[in-house]
């Protein structure tokens, strides 16, 4: 392989596949980056066995190949070169010569052949959103993926597409988000993405109105962002009936200024750290939010002043859960839905239904 392309192209594709890579792999060309030259293109590729990531840089090539190169060190050396114009080329000891104004590099490659295939897979379905709606889709909704291995199915999201609306959940036992848009597509389908892909992917998306591909197959998805494709496995089994688990019988209401109770609920979160977990206690009643939180280190209490709609309630939250939920609405002002002491509050918007978020409450003790 010869080659020769602009450093800041390669740095940037060869940064964005890394995160695909293997740190310690069982098999080595893993830990590496294949590079394919072929048809005035450089195919750049990480995978990890999961997670595939692959893109395609413009190239002038004096002679087509392939090798695999360490992701680390290839990364490391094409960040600190000098100039713009970069000179790769390897010989038939898949020894990798990197030139670049007066500096070149020698460094130990593989094989190809010793780097697994990418998924390939047979196309089932397509549907296509545009880049930014589904950057705030996977943002509001990823946090709420469990990290519990234990029942991998809810370690990802169900994507569900049925008449027009495209809708992602998670749920991790202690919360729940659901984030609805309109598209454009027939499709009815659902499947369930892993929460790591997810997060690969919002790193590629940009706040522009390009449309992404998902390209969905019985086994595998494929996301199409750009000039970037991200290449997963689906997680089989079955996702619960979300729908079933949100509360109806409403006995409280409250429309609150989002970043009002987000501030008071961080003044509360100071008195909680990793090894202290105290629930922020919350008092719904005369047209007021008690807010309190009693910890081994001290004592905070703070109130707001609100309409209240219904009964009185008191209710405690884990202060982390409640405060992701918050800051994930995308609304100046939310609607806060009560049923009672011990059932999950309901986040939602003022108006329409493109967001909603459950957080499960934490039980009191009589100490108020």
Known sequence: MKISCLRTDLAN?????????????????????????YDNSLNISGYNLEIGITTDIDVTIQEEGEIVVSAKLFLDIVRKLPEEIVMIETDERMVTYITCGNVDYQIVG??????????????TDMITVNAKTLREMIRQTVYAVSDNNAKPIYTGSLFEIEDGLFRIVAIDGYRMA??????????KNKFVVPGKTQLEVLKLLGDDEQNVDIIIGQRHITFKVDNYRVISRLIEGNFIDYKTTIPTDVKTEVIINTRVIINSVERMSLLNNDRIQSPVRCNFENDEIKLSCASAVGRANDSISVSIMGEKVEIGFNNKYLLDALKNCDTDEIRLALSGPIKPMVIKPVK??????????MRLSNEG
């Open 110 to 123: 593989m094989s190809s052949i010793e780097y697994p295939d990418l998924p390939t897979f047979e196309q």
């Open 352 to 361: 329409g239904d493109s967001f909603l978020s459950i957080v499960v409450p």
């Open 178 to 187: 659901i984030r609805s848009e309109n598209v454009d597509s027939e499709s």
């Open 13 to 37: 594709a060869v940064s964005n596949v890394s995160r695909a890579v293997s740190s310690k792999a069982a098999i080595p060309a893993l830990e590496g980056v294949l590079i394919k030259a």
